[in-house]
């Protein structure tokens, strides 16, 4: 009997294509949520501790270095976020005619939701832009 | 012939001599009209006897020519060198399966999986056989995309979860059970969603898309297979809240 060659996949395999890079990209965006969610726990903690701890941790957060890797996380978190709404309309078709709906007015129209919902966030927190 | 040339980069395993498969260069003449396929038998014809592939049809239908062309799984029969040479082509094995000998690689894992999502049309063997099912047009476009599947298996070359989890059932697979569970004259949807709502089924896929990228026929198996995610969670809701009711 010959001998198979096993496959090997390359350490690399994902600078192959932009394709793999933008997935790879999107799959570290879930990570950074997670980065996120406890930055966000934390916070809640600090404000349990009292106003030191608080005020501590936020001028921590405002500091240059954790601003920039901060800003890092965001690009990614974003681009999660985007990529996902891409997905919708192709793993859901929305149909309410005899075609689907086309990918990107699905992903246009979540955007838009995305934008108002943000501000309305936004204005609620800040009590105006 | 005009005079261009082109090198083709292949890679080369011969099984007999125990080495690790390297790439063989080979200068051949080439017209526009030419495709990778028509490159490998000019070489397999008039330098190099030895070389090994497969192909059968020459027209996308069979589905067996499938290599990594430049990097990207293709039908050598449907690429133009014209479209993917910049001086060289370089014809690989499809990725993710085990070499055999030059580019020709072992498919019968794909076959255990493609068997286990019953690929044909299932019938209670109580009910009457003998009268005709009739379909309407729309019932045939409900499976006719999922249906234009070759088994040429580009989609699992370009899947980095099979390539990661060779146990993943896969996209090609996935497509065709729900081409199977989108059949009116079907009545198997329940044992394939079981077979596919397990750890080696769909719910390994993340989404990547490539497959539906490099899928020559346009299968879309990353949508069939989210299709299939929310089949199989409507299933298994059913049966937590109605045990008695029947699964589809
Ligand atoms: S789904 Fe497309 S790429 Fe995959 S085996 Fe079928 S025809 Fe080939
Ligand atoms: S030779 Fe049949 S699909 Fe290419």
């Known amino acids: 009997m010959a001998r198979e060659y096993p496959w090997r996949r390359r350490a690399g395999w994902w600078l192959q294509n932009r394709r793999y890079l933008a997935f790879q990209l999107r799959e570290l965006g879930g990570v950074v949520s997670a980065i ?14 009292g106003e030191s701890a608080y005020t501590a941790f936020v001028d921590m957060m405002r500091t240059p270095p954790i601003l920039y890797v901060n800003l890092v996380l965001f690009a990614l978190l974003v681009w999660h976020a985007v990529t996902w709404f891409m997905l919708i309309g192709k793993s859901q078709p929305i149909q309410f005619t005899e075609r689907p709906l086309p990918w990107r007015a699905v992903f246009g129209v979540n955007v838009l939701l995305w934008i108002g919902v943000s501000g309305a966030v936004v204005y609620l927190i800040f009590g105006g832009f | 012939m005009a005079g261009r040339d082109v090198v083709f980069r292949v890679k080369r395993y011969r099984p007999e001599s125990g080495g690790k498969p390297a790439y063989q260069e080979y200068r051949i003449p080439y017209r526009d009209d030419m495709v990778v396929l028509d490159g490998l038998n000019y070489i397999k014809d008039y330098i190099d006897p030895t070389l090994t592939y497969r192909w059968s049809c020459r027209m996308g239908i069979c589905g067996s020519c499938g290599a990594n062309v430049n990097g990207t799984p293709r039908l050598t029969c449907g690429t133009y060198i014209r479209d993917v040479h910049k001086g060289t082509v370089t014809v690989d094995p499809l990725a993710n399966f085990p070499i055999l000998k030059d580019l020709v690689v072992d498919f019968d894992d794909f076959l255990t999986k493609l068997a286990s999502v019953t690929p044909y049309i299932v019938r209670e063997e109580s009910g009457d056989l003998s009268k005709e099912f009739v379909q309407y047009p729309e019932d045939v476009e409900a499976y006719r995309q ?44 329940d044992q394939r969603l079981a077979r596919l709502n397990t750890k080696s089924g769909i719910w390994e896929c993340t989404f990547v898309g490539e497959c539906s990228v490099v899928c020559p026929k346009d299968v879309d198996p990353a949508a069939a297979i989210q299709t299939l995610k929310f089949l199989a969670t409507m299933r298994h809701m059913r049966r937590l809240l109605m045990p008695g009711a029947p699964s589809r």
């Open chain 1, 36 to 49: 996120y969610g406890l930055i966000f726990l934390n916070l809640l903690r600090t404000l349990r501790a």
């Open chain 2, 146 to 189: 999922q249906s234009l599947c070759i088994n040429c298996m580009l989609c699992y070359a370009a899947c980095p979860v099979f390539g990661a989890s060779p146990e993943f059932v896969g996209p090609a697979a996935s497509a065709l059970a729900l081409r199977y569970i989108r059949d009116t004259r079907d009545e198997g949807a």
